[in-house]
């Protein structure tokens, strides 16, 4: 029902700033809340933003200490997660998630992940 498509990753030096992009194809976008997590290598996947369902200009917005502001745009479909003064450790793989509540249960749906690189 749900596909999510990630974007914008790549190596980038400390310091530096990348957005990401998630492409939502399905019904009823605006139904879900948006999250960003990351993992690196032999890491748990931690949550560093998350953003509420509905329209744009109501929802909540998220940031992680000032760098990474995650954002949505229910007309195009679209969530996004800027980060700034990217470090070494924000290296690992992005993935995008939308989550909705169902039935008695919390629906849930995954995108395959984007690489980011902070190194010089």
């Known amino acids: 029902q749900v596909q999510l498509v990630e974007s914008g990753g790549g190596l980038v030096q400390p310091g530096g700033s990348l957005r990401l992009s998630c492409e939502f194809s399905g019904d009823t976008f605006s139904s879900y809340a948006m999250r960003w997590y990351r993992q690196a290598p032999g890491k748990e996947r931690e949550l560093v933003a998350a953003i509420t369902s509905g329209v744009s200009s109501t929802n909540r917005v998220g940031s992680v200490k000032g760098r990474f502001t995650i954002s949505r745009d229910n007309a195009k479909k679209m969530v996004y997660l800027q980060m700034n003064s990217l470090k070494p450790e924000d290296t690992g793989v992005y993935y995008c998630?939308?989550?909705?509540?169902?039935?008695?249960?919390?629906?849930?749906?995954w995108g395959q992940g984007t690489q980011v690189t902070v190194s010089s």
């Open positions: 998630k939308a989550a909705r509540a169902g039935t008695g249960s919390l629906i849930g749906y």
